[in-house]
T-cell receptor, first 116, second 109 residues
Framework: NAGVTQTPKFQVLKTGQSMTLQCAQD?????MSWYRQDPGMGLRLIHY???????DQGEVPNGYNVSRSTTEDFPLRLLSAAPSQTSVYFC???????????????FGPGTRLTVL | GQSLEQPSEVTAVEGAIVQINCTYQ??????LSWYQQHDGGAPTFLSY??LDGLEETGRFSSFLSRSDSYGYLLLQELQMKDSASYFC??????????WGAGTKLIIKP
């Protein structure tokens, strides 16, 4: 199993550009989420999904869109990049909706994004 | 607002025991989890406390007191490879994780 994979590993954008960060998992996990991590801070939830076709907003959703057409994939789209979106982005998955029983989250290796 | 407080940095000696504290304030609370993150790496799960008391997993233990809104991670027999950042994360009323800012553990030989 590859676990959770993310592409690209590094990305530099100019202000106003759009792009999609890819995330895929091969563990048949129902729950997937996107976080951003800024220096000296913990992870902040951007968007999450409890299953294919279902997404919801987290703590910091503005400027980002997600979709979940399959169980495996959960892409994150930056609509119009801003310098404030410079961060490390982590995708995570867990076995089921954490509302049922707590399941450890498995994280991808991260995407380091710089917006100039 | 929702917040978790943990020390920004802790220093310990190889072979010793260290405790990393975490206090939380969330809208609803279901449990406290701990993750380890090495520099440049992704967080990895260490433990979860849904009930009061101590959970032990090898050299690592985690404790929760709901009445005090407090928990801690205890690392025993410290090894150099334990040098990392440690995050507490509280599961709130929406079952989402609210993360602390992390504690950087520095281990000296």
């Amino acid at each position: 199993n590859a676990g959770v994979t993310q592409t690209p590993k590094f990305q530099v954008l100019k202000t106003g550009q759009s792009m999609t960060l890819q995330c895929a998992q091969d563990m048949n996990h129902e729950y997937m989420s996107w976080y951003r991590q800024d220096p000296g801070m913990g992870l902040r939830l951007i968007h999450y999904s409890v299953g294919a076709g279902i997404t919801d907003q987290g703590e910091v959703p503005n400027g980002y869109n997600v979709s979940r057409s399959t169980t495996e994939d959960f892409p994150l789209r930056l609509l119009s990049a801003a310098p404030s979106q410079t961060s490390v982005y982590f995708c995570a998955s867990s076995r089921s909706d954490p509302g049922t029983v707590y399941n450890e989250q498995f994280f991808g290796p991260g995407t380091r994004l710089t917006v100039l | 607002g929702q917040s978790l407080e943990q020390p920004s940095e802790v220093t310990a000696v190889e072979g010793a025991i260290v405790q990393i504290n975490c206090t939380y304030q969330t809208s609803g609370f279901y449990g406290l989890s701990w993750y380890q993150q090495h520099d440049g790496g992704a967080p990895t799960f260490l433990s979860y406390n849904g009930l009061d008391g101590l959970e032990e997993t090898g050299r690592f233990s985690s404790f929760l007191s709901r009445s005090d809104s407090y928990g801690y991670l205890l690392l025993q027999e410290l090894q150099m490879k334990d040098s990392a950042s440690y995050f507490c994360a509280a599961q709130d009323s929406n079952y989402q994780l609210i993360w602390g800012a992390g504690t950087k553990l520095i281990i000296k030989p």
